[in-house]
């Protein structure tokens, strides 16, 4: 046998084995798959997908092209939308009109006014020497967090907030709380250290009740940015927050022509009607978020690429197991596993799903897994055994450097702008 053939066979033998391999790696995680769905009898299998991206970005898994139900994991979609159409480091804008004894406020539909926000404003009109107000007026676009958006409901919390003399002690303590947490350096909001404020009235108006003039003092209260919000909603899994933001940013008709654009992915592979996973209603028919295993593989890459534009990485905008708690406080916390990927969970009585990114030794890779079934527990200890198997597949975990940080919803004090810019408009 000459040398050039035996070069030959020793490469050709390398190859097979190494195929071998890599088949045999894919084997033992489907039967991993099998293994599990069989034991936690999750049926019907045809309706139970898993799926991940490696190296190559190929697309391996079990059922990765059927339609699924998405669940919560459709606010990594929100998340998607949002980025691309304000940029993670948007800010959403309020105003607030003074002038002698009367108020109005604008939200510029901040999805997370709080009571710590509303005891911050309180905070900021007695820094400017205001402690009671004749009139508080306020828009539409300025509503409570996880309200209806009705006007009565944002007038009942104002009226309970915006007057101290209403605050208990749980909610005198909650402002001395924040008054302690926003003292040190890295926050950038200063509170003052004893409030007072009373409001005679309170009524809803779309427009300034009163006539602007030279003598009216314009301020802007900003919101953290964006991806600070859409962290918080993925780590609690906050449906008032995703639903809010994809609304503002379009509705189902932004993300149909964002997948369709940005990622080829037509709606009859993908069509979500709520930013949050929760189902709508069409003449009492229910409707549920639907996508593929793969079609959210690409949407994950689609994510980690749009925030790497903006020097942010996906622990920025998704949950750390292991470190954030919320949806992930009982799950993912081991020594070992704690710390190596960003995921999101999701839960409807029907449906059970996680897809996320793991950080393996070779770099951060996408994986899904979504069961369609009401056997919700063994679901997640399905998934829980799947993300290991799929980690040994893709090389093995590996931990981020990785603080989480405690979520306000208040960013910075009120700036003062040139009331003569609304006075020309109006």
């Not at 508080?136 to 996880?146: A, M, T």
């Not at 916390?333 to 030794?361: E, P, Q, R």
Request: overall charge negative; proline content about 2%.
């Amino acid at each position: 046998m000459n040398q050039r053939l035996k070069n030959f066979l020793r490469y050709a033998f390398f190859f097979l084995a190494l195929l071998t391999f890599s088949s045999g790696q894919l084997l033992a995680a489907d039967n991993v798959w099998e293994r599990m769905l069989k034991k936690w009898q999750i049926t019907p299998t045809s309706e139970q997908a898993y799926c991940y991206m490696g190296e190559d970005e190929d697309i391996s898994g079990v059922n990765s092209d059927i339609k699924i139900r998405l669940a919560s994991v459709s606010k990594i979609y929100t998340t998607l939308l949002a980025v691309q159409k304000l940029g993670p480091h948007y800010q959403f804008e309020g105003q607030i009109y003074i002038d002698g004894g009367k108020v109005h406020i604008t939200g510029g539909s901040d999805p997370y006014v709080d009571g710590l926000k509303l005891q911050f404003i309180v905070s900021e009109l007695n820094r400017l020497g205001i402690y009671d107000i004749d009139q508080l007026s306020f828009s539409k676009s300025f509503f409570i967090y996880e309200t209806k958006k009705a006007n009565s409901q944002t007038k009942w919390h104002l009226q309970k907030m915006l007057n101290t003399k209403n605050w208990g002690n749980t909610w005198r303590r909650n402002y001395q709380r924040a008054l302690n947490a926003f003292s040190g350096p890295d926050r950038l909001a200063r509170w003052e250290k004893n409030v007072r404020l009373t409001v005679r009235s309170i009524l809803y108006s779309e427009t300034v009740p009163f006539e602007l003039s030279p003598s009216t003092q314009m301020y802007t209260l900003k919101s953290p940015p964006l991806y600070i919000y859409l962290k918080e909603m993925n780590v609690v899994s906050d449906n008032f927050i995703a639903d809010t933001i994809f609304d503002f940013v379009g509705g189902q008709e932004a993300m149909t022509e964002m997948l369709l654009q940005t990622l080829a992915i037509d709606s009859d592979v993908a069509l979500l009607s709520t930013g949050s996973g929760l189902d709508s209603r069409d003449d009492g028919a229910r409707f549920d978020n639907y996508s593929t295993c793969a079609a959210t593989l690409n949407v994950l890459a689609s994510l980690h690429d749009e925030v790497q534009k903006h020097q942010l990485e996906l622990q920025d905008v998704m949950a750390v197991p292991g470190s954030d708690g919320g949806t992930f406080r009982n799950r993912f916390i081991g020594k070992k596993i704690s710390d190596t990927m960003v995921a999101k969970t999701g839960t409807l009585h029907h449906t059970s799903t996680l897809a996320g990114a793991l950080n393996t030794n070779s770099g951060l890779e996408y994986f899904g897994i979504f069961n369609q079934t009401r056997r919700v527990s063994a679901s997640r200890a399905l998934q829980n055994a799947m993300v290991n198997s799929i980690f040994d597949i893709l090389g093995g975990m590996n931990q981020f450097e990785y603080t989480s940080h405690k979520f306000y919803s208040v960013w910075d004090n009120m700036e003062e702008e040139d009331v003569s810019v609304a006075i020309s408009v109006d």
